[in-house]
């Protein structure tokens, strides 16, 4: 199941003065287009406090709680660049937030899935990290395997 991402869910070069705008921005997003309902948005708030979202070294993966995947309308990924980096707590920085929402338990494991083998290569995460293309960014995330897409 290969996902898209709008170009609007692309933010390059921002920052952030804490994980909680990051959070809140990627809600927005979410909802502003459509893609999930506000109490999805709210529930990624309630993950962050459960468990941290940082999976490895400057990247996180914010997204809802189990019981808020049926706030989710369509599957959404939202890609933020934080050159300078975020503190993403228990002194970790983030550098990458991608956050996520898929519309059932196999639609949400199947994002995770292929994020995760966009993110296994360090390679990819510096490119990931140093792009100033929205467009190298949505190919290289929806190539499942973090080589952009001609």
């Given at each position: 199941m290969p996902f898209s991402v709008p170009s609007d869910h692309v933010l390059l070069n921002r920052e952030f003065r804490s994980k909680r705008d990051v959070i809140q921005v990627i809600g927005d997003i979410m909802v502003r287009s459509a893609d999930v309902n506000p109490a999805y948005a709210r529930a990624m708030?309630?993950?962050?406090?459960?468990?941290?979202?940082?999976?490895?070294?400057?990247?996180?993966?914010?997204?809802?709680?189990n019981q808020a995947k049926?706030?989710?309308?369509?599957?959404?990924?939202?890609?933020?660049?934080?050159p300078k980096g975020v503190d993403w707590g228990d002194g970790k920085?983030?550098?990458?937030?991608i956050g996520l929402a898929g519309t059932?338990?196999?639609?949400?494991l199947q994002l995770l899935t292929e994020l995760a083998g966009v993110l296994q290569r360090p390679?990819?995460?510096?490119?990931?990290?140093?792009?100033?293309?929205?467009r190298e960014v949505i190919g290289m995330l929806t190539a499942g395997d973090?080589?952009?897409?001609?």
């Open positions: 708030f309630e993950k962050e406090d459960q468990y941290s979202t940082w999976i490895t070294e400057g990247v996180a993966l914010p997204h809802g709680t049926k706030e989710v309308l369509r599957n959404s990924v939202v890609f933020v660049q934080i920085t983030v550098h990458l937030a059932g338990d196999e639609e949400h390679e990819t995460i510096e490119r990931l990290r140093s792009s100033t293309s929205s973090g080589q952009e897409v001609e």
